[in-house]
Nanobody, 118 residues
Framework: QVQFVESGGGLVQAGGSLRLSCAVS????????IGWYRQAPGKQRELVAT??????????NYADFVKGRFTISRDNAKNTMFLQMNSLKPEDTAVYYC?????????WGQGTQVTVSS
């Protein structure tokens, strides 16, 4: 059974930082691609960052609107993925979801709310 525990969301002022965590059980993160997505009210869910897995080289992809501000990472020993978010803007306000891709199946976390005040 795959289980996710997301944490780290909250309310922060513009310019501040948050670190999202997503602890996963039932899937070995190092073997699979992972990602963070977000969904703002009234908008579609969008990609924030992805990180490949299962090989010697890890490729990272960031959405243009977070490049230079957000960092995706993975702690294989803890089977946990992270999203470090710096220089937050009000437009970053959304529910953030972690995802693990196993073959053709996507597994999603429950989401954590991030609110950035101006």
């Amino acid at each position: 059974q795959v289980q996710f525990v997301e944490s780290g969301g909250g309310l922060v002022q513009a310019g501040g930082s948050l670190r999202l965590s997503c602890a996963v059980s039932g899937i070995i993160l190092s073997n699979n691609a992972i990602g963070w997505y977000r969904q703002a009210p009234g908008k579609q869910r969008e990609l924030v960052a992805t990180l490949t897995g299962g090989g010697m080289l890890n490729y990272v992809n960031y959405a243009d609107f977070v490049k230079g501000r957000f960092t995706i990472s993975r702690d294989n020993a803890k089977n946990t993925m992270f999203l470090q978010m710096n220089s937050l803007k009000p437009e970053d306000t959304a529910v953030y979801y972690c995802k693990v891709i196993v073959g053709r199946t996507d597994y999603w976390g429950q989401g954590t709310q991030v609110t950035v005040s101006s």
